[in-house]
């Protein structure tokens, strides 16, 4: 869905792109839409976020300067258009000709702003990345890293800027979109630290953070905020210097605001800081629909969010294609329904409508799909094939199996995903640490959706015992 606008931020943000021979096509373009997903809310130009690409390759080069794109919607383009260059993964030179790009004026990179450092990597690399890497964090950078492969966890984490647990995470490329808003919140943090900038906006609120400049005995701030381009209708509020936030209500829904924060010294100068906020539009309901645990004959339908000036909600749903519909009414109060009796292996239009106490009303539809009866796989097993290496089979699931998808979550290293085409009832699970609990998931994949999983927790022997695996059925 829409995004709303990110502005207020100022910084420049660096995407290592690992363009090398050692990343499939498929793996190279997923890793583009995240990265392209990524900026999309950010306000882009010279005096907002300014972004570049240095592609990891046997020589690294950049894609454009920092000050080439300044719109969103040129920079996803020029992202799109990026092509994968080959090559081997040398990812220590790369990293050093980040940070010559990343202090350079030629590049377009603007001093006395925040440096951000993205690193998409599938966790390989030919040459050291340990010093280049430590330089650059030396010099100021925050090192956001993302490993869509079997990276060393201990090499990658002394690497991504401190903790670990906010700067770097390992996550299969088919699920990079999971760590999208997280991501993107972690680099808005970094570029607005030093900024006067808004958060929590509402449609009649947001709240202004700002630096510490000044303290209860130096002075007071006065903060100015009005509607752009109605200056009649300007406010000012004052807070004393030991204020670092002010929550502004009472506001328009989708207005943007002007707004000065002007520090009142008795001992140093501060220049004003300025920023412009939009507020959100006024809240509706529903704003969202959402289908979930779908079986073969119902589903679960919710919505959101419940506002008081709602009366009820009326739940229309029929089968794709047709023009049957029936009906369900829920109370006001509520915001999910279970739809039952419904055909196994169908897909359904179904529409929530908000009945307002004013008498209004507001829709919203999504499509729901019910699974294949008897869609499950059955009788999972395991085959010891040597050290930290097991081998998966299962019997086949019913109905028009279009593959398996098998999931294996480790204790210890990264999840990995293996799908498979229908004839094949078996795959290899590599990397599984001796003394190791790990829980392996295998699920049908039809047309409309994926049939029912069946997961099993594999425990592999330490290596002083007798290699080997139990397994045990999920309570």
């Known amino acids: ?105 030629e590049a377009g990179a603007r001093p006395d702003v925040p440096k951000v450092l993205v690193w ?57 979109p999971i760590i999208t808003e997280e991501l993107r919140d972690a680099i808005r943090d970094v570029i607005q630290a030093n900024r006067l900038h808004a958060v929590d906006i509402t449609s009649s609120s947001f709240r202004l953070m700002w630096p510490e400049l000044l303290s209860q005995e130096t002075g007071y701030y006065t903060i100015e905020y009005g509607p752009r381009g109605d200056l009649a209708r300007k406010r000012t509020k004052q807070v004393s210097g030991a204020h670092t936030s002010l929550m502004l209500s009472n506001l328009a829904p989708e207005t943007t605001y002007e707004v000065a924060l002007i520090p009142e010294s008795n001992v140093h100068y501060f220049p004003p800081q300025t920023t412009r906020v939009t507020t959100l539009a006024e809240e509706i309901s529903p704003a969202q629909v959402l289908i979930s645990e779908s079986g073969p004959r119902s589903f679960h339908v919710s919505w959101a969010p419940t506002l008081e000036s709602v009366m009820g909600y009326q739940i229309l749903y029929g089968p794709l294609p047709g023009n049957s519909v029936k009906l369900l009414e829920v109370d006001g109060k509520h915001n999910s329904t279970v739809v039952e009796n419904l055909a196994p292996n169908t897909t359904y239009l179904v529409t929530v409508t908000a009945v307002y106490k004013s008498g209004k009303e507001k829709s919203l539809s999504a499509k729901a799909c019910t699974q294949e009866e008897g869609s499950k796989v059955r009788h999972l097993r395991f085959e010891d094939m040597g050290p930290n290496t097991l081998k998966a089979s299962w019997d086949s699931a019913d109905g028009k199996v279009l593959g398996y998808r098998v999931r294996c979550r480790r204790q210890t290293g990264p999840s990995s995903v293996i799908s498979v085409s229908p004839q094949i009832h078996s795959v290899l699970l590599t990397d599984l640490a001796s003394g190791t609990t790990n829980k392996v998931c295998v699920k049908p994949m039809y047309k409309n959706q994926a049939g029912k999983g069946l997961c099993r927790m594999v425990h592999m022997q330490p290596a002083t015992e007798a290699q080997g695996y139990k397994h045990r059925q999920r309570a």
């Open 1 to 105: 869905g829409p995004q709303p606008s990110i502005s207020n931020s100022e910084g420049d943000l660096l995407f290592l792109l690992d363009s090398s021979g050692s990343v499939s096509y498929y793996e190279f373009s997923r890793v583009k839409e995240f990265m392209w997903d990524l900026v999309r809310p950010f306000t882009f130009g010279p005096k907002d976020v300014q972004a570049s690409i240095i592609h990891i390759s046997t020589t690294p080069t950049m894609e454009f300067p920092f000050d080439r794109y300044l719109s969103s919607g040129t920079l996803q383009q020029a992202i799109r258009d990026t092509q994968q260059l080959m090559g081997d993964t040398n990812t220590g030179k790369a990293l050093s000709y980040a940070k010559e790009k990343l202090f350079s004026d």
């Open 120 to 176: 998409v990597t599938d966790g390989f690399s030919t040459d050291d990345i340990s010093e280049p890497m430590q330089l650059l964090k030396d010099m100021g950078v925050t090192v956001f890293i993302v490993s869509t492969g079997r990276g060393n966890y201990l090499e990658l984490s002394a690497a991504a800027s401190q903790p670990p647990e906010k700067h770097l995470h390992f996550v299969d490329v088919d699920d990079l």
